[in-house]
């Protein structure tokens, strides 16, 4: 993804590049940050050179995007024009840039705080589900199931009430929504919330959701869906504004959560998660094909405006490509039997979560049990024949 984006980055540059050295500084750029990237690869790693090597990518990108917010720079270019509507270079690159940096983040986080330098950084394993349901848990699972295949429908007619609201939303454009519309869209929020409750009650699994829950891309995914809520109150104009953003802030929750549940059917969580990615590639083409947004400033700093247009569409091209891997893994596993948010770095020598040392133990311990075992069979033996005669 990184390697995409940096491709999009480089054509960019060279499709509006005046100076020659901005040529080398792009090429610097990349090249820096694919060696970074490939640190996974070299056998032996210094860490401290590492740790630099990182902070340093790290730096230049925020410093790449912060000129972009900060200062005048590349203000004014546009880059392409698509039905009407211009897609400022300056926006474009400053999306792109904060997505590597988040990106990017994960692996230094990795390499922080890995003290032997033995782990890798983006080479990630998503570990299987523990089965933690308990026998009381067992003797109710007739009725924990009643209970959410009911959650399911509900739930699944708060999508389309929405839906029907969205659309009618959409075709209405500036204007505001009639009484029953705004009732019908209250309705589906309320029933959605009730279906939510049928789903969870004695069916999620805590540890797998606090393990879910402290992981790097979740808690950016978290703060870039607290960013998204506080522009949607600031430029919302009509009711709708605010339904929107109350309902895509349930779905990014549920995308997040349901992965924790004990019983769901797999058809139903793909279904929804599929939803879920359809509506994070709508609201970025809108607001690059689409008007959307247009020309809704949010404030400005030192006198450059922060348009809401380009705010949202990088709140959601990050979010998308943060959950897009989740999505191919739950199209991959048919049993869903992946915890898809918890993730755990690989060694770098055996490309598992265990160490290479941890397995030479296991080998060399086997056959010393195995000699004890035996030995103790011998004593056992001597000490009473007549058991052994008996069971001859």
């Known amino acids: 993804m990184v390697a995409l984006e940096l491709l999009i980055i480089i054509c960019s540059e060279f499709y509006i590049a005046e100076l020659y050295i901005k040529y080398i500084n792009i090429l610097t750029y990349a090249t820096l940050t694919i060696m970074w990237m490939g640190c996974d690869a070299l056998k032996k790693r210094d860490r401290k050179l590492l740790v630099g090597t990182g902070l340093l990518v790290f730096a230049t990108n925020a410093y790449a995007v912060l000129t972009r917010i900060l200062t005048d720079k590349e203000e004014g270019l546009v880059l392409v024009s698509v039905m009407g509507n211009d897609l400022m270079l300056r926006n474009f690159k400053r999306s792109l840039f904060l997505n ?3 990106l990017l983040a994960g692996g230094l986080v990795h390499m922080i705080s890995d003290q032997r330098c033995e782990r890798c950084m983006y080479v990630l394993v998503h570990p299987k589900k523990k089965h933690s349901i308990t026998d009381e848990d067992q003797q109710s699972t007739a009725h924990t199931r009643r209970q959410i295949l009911l959650g399911e429908k509900i739930l699944l007619c708060a999508a389309v009430l929405y839906l029907f609201v969205f659309a009618r939303g959409v075709m209405k454009k500036k204007q505001p929504l009639a009484a ?6 209250v309705v589906s929020c309320v029933t959605a919330i009730g279906g939510l409750v049928l789903l969870f ?5 805590t540890v797998g959701l606090r393990a879910s829950v402290l992981q790097v891309e979740v808690i950016n995914v978290m703060c870039f869906l607290v960013l998204h809520m506080i522009v ?3 430029i919302a104009e009509f009711f709708r504004n605010y339904l929107n953003t109350f309902t895509y ?3 990014v929750l549920c995308f997040i959560t349901f992965n924790n549940l004990h019983y769901i059917k797999r058809s139903y969580f793909l279904g929804l998660s599929i939803l879920f990615a359809l509506n994070n590639v709508y609201n970025i083409f809108s607001r690059v094909i689409l008007s959307t947004d247009e020309g809704i400033v949010l404030g400005e700093i030192l006198g ?3 348009y809401a247009r380009s705010v949202k569409r990088s709140i959601y091209l990050n979010i998308f490509l ?3 891997d989740k999505i191919i893994i739950l199209v991959k596993d048919k049993k869903m039997k992946v915890n898809l948010f918890k993730t755990a770095s690989c060694y770098q020598m055996t490309l598992d979560i265990r160490p290479h040392h941890a397995r030479e133990n296991v080998r060399v311990l086997q056959p010393r049990q195995r000699k004890k075992s035996l030995a103790a069979e011998t004593a056992i033996a001597i000490a009473h024949p007549g058991n052994v005669i008996d069971q001859i």
């Open 100 to 102: 590597i940096t988040v």
């Open 180 to 185: 029953w519309e705004i009732t019908l869209g």
């Open 201 to 205: 009650r004695r069916n999620v699994s």
């Open 232 to 234: 949607n109150v600031m």
């Open 249 to 251: 802030i349930i779905s």
């Open 304 to 306: 450059h405006p922060i």
């Open 322 to 324: 943060l959950t897009l």
